[in-house]
């Protein structure tokens, strides 16, 4: 496992992570988490990342039992904050109660005195952003939280948090965690990735395989157990379009000539771009994770010639 630093951060994570989002709580029971975290760690994965709202608590009450064994300074445990997950007006968001109360209860979940990254799971227009980034500053001088960032923000909304921080010497977020994939790429390559060269942000990135699309595993239908397939999960259909469909399958040509998984061959894809801190991963089985996982050695297998023909591929596919 290769480790890279979180933007201009000290801090380092692995460069392929393993996520909640789905599957604890959902298509994983805890005896497969608390396997999955365990391969995942004895394989060189530190960073495991969650949100409060992912099954409603249930993820990280999940992971909480999970890493109870391990070493809790070799992880690097991140959630989330944002959606509706109290009573009230005041139950979602971002102002200073309800993150207040919802770092507070994450914390008693996870069973842990900290976490490592602390996100704004999207942006809060009902809340002046100087009472963002004040309330965060206040939660890193406390202790709760090492590292606070954003997820799905746009630049203009970085930038503004980074406006802020300066203006009122505060601490400014470290890292963004965008949706980011073959077939998910606009807002990322011409807003977020320049942007994070320029402020020096750390990219978590999420959803590489685009729903588990890019594996393959729809071109001939829904599998039964697949995410496209759940009850609560059916807008994953909607992106099943011949289109998309007819670049995965020529996709899955050039996986197979190079003697890798799909999966493995769009993480790899990603892992390119020095960019990016972590490719964000998930699993419901012990094999998913491990083929995922050997996307760290296919990188060298990505020639010049090879990335102008996965190019050709893609085409114009850059949605946003």
């Known amino acids: 496992m290769h480790y890279r630093r979180l933007g201009r951060s000290g801090l380092k994570v692995s460069e392929i992570s393993l996520g909640a989002w789905v599957t604890f709580g959902g298509q994983v029971d805890e005896r ?3 396997d999955l975290i365990h391969v995942a760690y004895d394989q060189g994965v530190n960073y495991f990342d969650n949100a409060d709202a992912y099954g409603n608590g249930t993820a990280e009450i999940i992971m909480g039992k999970a890493i109870e064994d ?4 070799a992880l690097v445990i991140s959630s989330k904050v944002f959606w509706p997950t109290m009573p009230g007006p005041n139950g979602r968001g971002l102002s200073r109660k309800h993150v207040m109360e919802s770092i507070h209860a994450s914390l008693k979940r996870l069973d842990t005195d900290y976490v490592d990254l602390y996100f704004c799971h999207r942006y809060d227009p009902d809340t002046p952003i100087e009472e963002v980034v004040s309330t965060m500053n206040t939660l890193i001088q406390q202790g709760k ?3 606070w960032g954003t997820s799905e923000w746009t630049a203009a909304q970085i930038s503004q948090a980074f ?11 470290t890292m963004e965690q965008p949706q980011y994939s073959m077939l998910h790429r606009q807002r990322f390559e011409t807003e977020i990735a320049p942007l994070a060269k320029e402020l020096g942000l750390g990219l978590t990135t999420f959803s590489p395989l685009y729903f588990g699309i890019l594996t393959g595993k729809y071109n001939d239908g829904i599998p039964k157990g697949s995410r496209a397939s759940l009850e609560d999960m059916t807008w994953v259909r909607n992106y099943l379009t011949p289109g998309r469909l007819d670049i995965v399958h020529d996709l899955g040509l050039i996986a197979a000539e190079l003697g890798i998984s799909q999966a493995q061959l769009a993480i790899a894809w990603l892992l390119r771009r020095k960019i990016i801190s972590s490719v964000i991963t998930g699993a419901t089985r012990l094999s998913q994770l491990e083929d995922n996982l050997g996307a760290a050695d296919a990188v060298e297998l990505l020639s010049d010639d090879l990335l102008d023909e996965i190019e050709t ?8």
């Open 313 to 320: 591929v893609l085409g114009t596919e850059l949605e946003s």
């Open 32 to 34: 497969t988490a608390n």
């Open 163 to 173: 406006g802020a921080a300066r203006q009122y010497n505060l601490i400014p977020p």
């Open 145 to 147: 939280i090492l590292y």
């Open 70 to 73: 391990l070493p809790r300074e």
